[in-house]
């Protein structure tokens, strides 16, 4: 198991010990830097110097062809030259599930279903221990598979004990025999309302079980403790800021996960500002009560809302569409709520001033909750900033409907460029080629007044901000696949793409005025890296090598130290 991250590293070398008087303030500069943050205008920054102050909030900016201070500050960081931007916000993960990843069997990085069960075989060996064997990010487009897996082929390698393996889009499970007659799941099992047994020819399960099926087996499998939680959330934290993420939006927590934050926070070992949008009405009701919490140790951690689910992914054909799915005409998808059952719990959650977002993937998924939306925006009036989850195929007809959303209350369009490049060739295959201009439509979204903000989905795909920058300017894998990019219309400027994984991001969790540039009175949460993201080639943006990473003016990784570990700890935060 990898170990807890570091601490706060100190802030930089001493320029001159203070005199006694000069004790009251510790500003710091950080100079000899090629700066480049959003402006006020939504237009790129650039500067060469910045100076923060001791709670880590930044006081100014200096710009080519101003004086860089000589005094007035008691700490020095020279920047050595190399690019600096504002922290990257993923602004779509799903915290404790990136943790837990972490500390259970990963498959993502299998090519074939061989590779994977002999993965699976390994791993059970290396646990003879463990009741249940766990994991996930599976995935049978990736193996070609053009199939599910089975229950049998999993017995093949694990029989003794129950195998409960999560797909890479969280959407469906793998299961081996000891699983399903664990769970009671037979040929007479109905499955429950938007969820699917996948079955074989003679109607027993398969052994995958999709979307609301899962829980007849979830159910059973051991929780995890609160010393598991903790281990996780630290995994997950030092993956966020390993990449430059020093901000993310938690989509669908739990009080458990609500309460590791919170022992984080309380130890001082909360360092990635987290947005957090509970997981349904009574998991955010649990947390937050009457309505959203206050902003807790210093701008660390706020429940801002609520997550919805309204539909399924593509990749397991649960995304709700209008007509049936190209390579399979007997479904249209697996939805969850009807519009008059989506529109109460929506209204439920705004009359508590809860800022919503759903998930919402298929084009009647989209169709659904844009209808919903704007009868709402009828009775809960003002800057609402309700947000779409993916949105990953709207029809033509109704972008128009966005439109009035976004004017009315405001509309944000949480869009996952990565999702595209992965999807890119399953898409095709489930949609068939009449609808892929909806596809992934990011211009689309932006042109129809909503705001982009952009993220991972992580652990569905990695929280990586610079795979995701690529392919959001360029509509094409790290194969360079498709020549001219994919649906090339749907690309957006560097600019665009820079807005979208930090001010713009900040904005969708209404925290604008917190962090998610650097200017004067926000955070000072920066990064330094080894890529000009407005320069260089798509492919070099994914080679992008993230060199430190700075929270409120305190470093939690430095990739020169081992394991990116800093050393030594920075004092509670002011609160």
């Keep these: 198991m990898m170990a807890r991250p570091a601490l706060f590293a100190a802030l930089a070398v001493l320029v001159t010990a203070p005199a006694a008087s000069e004790t ?9 830097v090629q700066g480049q943050t959003i402006g006020a205008d939504g237009h790129v920054e650039r500067f060469k110097a910045m100076v923060f102050d001791d709670a880590g909030v930044v006081k100014s900016l200096i710009h080519e062809g101003e004086k860089t201070p000589k005094k007035g500050f008691q700490y020095r960081i020279d920047g050595k030259g190399r690019i600096m931007l504002p922290g990257m916000i993923d602004a779509h993960v799903h915290v404790m599930g990136t943790g837990f990843a972490a500390l ?4 993502s ?5 061989s590779e994977a069960l002999a993965k699976i075989a390994d791993y059970a060996k290396a646990h003879p221990d463990r009741p249940w064997l766990l994991g996930g990010g599976w995935n049978q487009e990736r193996w070609n598979l053009g199939r599910f897996p089975t229950a049998a082929e999993l017995d093949a390698v694990v029989a003794d004990r129950p195998v409960w393996l999560e797909r890479a889009d969280g959407h469906a499970n793998w299961a081996n025999s000891a699983a399903l007659k664990a769970g009671a799941v037979t040929a007479a099992t109905q499955a429950p309302a938007g969820g699917e047994i996948i079955r074989l020819a003679d109607g027993t399960p398969a052994g ?28 997950a934290q030092q993956d966020f800021y390993r990449r430059g993420l020093t901000a993310v939006a938690d989509m669908g927590a739990t009080m458990e996960d609500w309460q590791t934050f919170r022992r984080a926070g309380d130890a001082n070992t909360l360092y990635v500002r987290i947005m957090v949008y509970g997981a349904g009405i009574d998991n955010t009701i649990r947390i937050g009560g009457p309505g959203p919490t206050p902003w807790l140790y210093a701008d660390r951690l706020r429940l801002n809302g609520i997550k919805l689910l309204l ?39 705004a009359m508590d001033n809860y800022q919503i977002a759903v ?17 709402l925006s009828q009775t809960y009036k003002g800057d609402r900033r309700w947000r779409i989850e993916h949105a990953q195929v709207i029809d033509a007809p109704d972008w128009p409907v966005a439109a009035r959303v976004a004017k009315s209350v405001g509309l944000i369009a949480s869009m996952q460029p990565i999702h595209q490049t992965s999807d890119r060739l399953m898409a095709e295959a489930r949609l068939g080629p009449e609808r892929l201009a909806g596809a992934y439509a990011w211009a689309t979204a932006k042109a129809n007044g909503a705001s982009l903000a952009f993220g991972s989905d992580t652990p569905v795909e990695r929280a990586d901000p610079w795979a995701g920058f690529a392919a959001a300017i360029s509509r094409i894998d790290e194969n360079g696949q498709p020549a001219g990019g994919w649906q090339p219309q749907e690309r957006v400027t560097r600019e665009t793409a820079l807005a979208a994984y930090t001010a713009d991001a900040a904005y969708a969790g209404f925290a604008e005025k917190r962090f998610g540039r650097l200017a004067p009175g926000l955070r000072a949460d920066f990064i ?48």
Excluded: C
């Design 528 to 575: 330094f890296v080894d890529t000009d993201p407005m320069t260089a080639t798509p492919s070099a943006i994914r080679q992008t090598k993230v060199l430190e990473t700075w929270v409120g003016g305190g470093k939690v990784w430095d990739a020169a130290t081992p394991e990116g570990g800093t050393q030594s700890a920075a004092p509670a935060p002011k609160r």
């Design 208 to 235: 995958v079980l999709v979307d609301n099926a899962r829980p007849l087996i979830e159910k059973l499998v051991p929780p995890p403790t609160a010393r598991d939680y903790d281990t996780a959330f630290a995994l």
């Design 104 to 107: 259970t069997l990963d498959l």
């Design 359 to 375: 998930h919402a993937i298929g084009d009647e998924a989209n169709a659904v909750l844009l209808g919903a939306m704007e009868d």
């Design 109 to 113: 990085d299998t090519k074939s279903l």
């Design 24 to 32: 009251a303030w510790a500003d710091t500069l950080v100079d000899n």
């Design 311 to 349: 539909d399924g992914a593509l990749g397991s054909r649960g995304a709700w569409l209008k007509a049936p799915y190209h390579d399979r005409p007997e479904t249209r998808g697996l939805p969850n709520f009807t519009q008059t059952q989506l529109g109460n719990l929506m209204s439920r959650a």
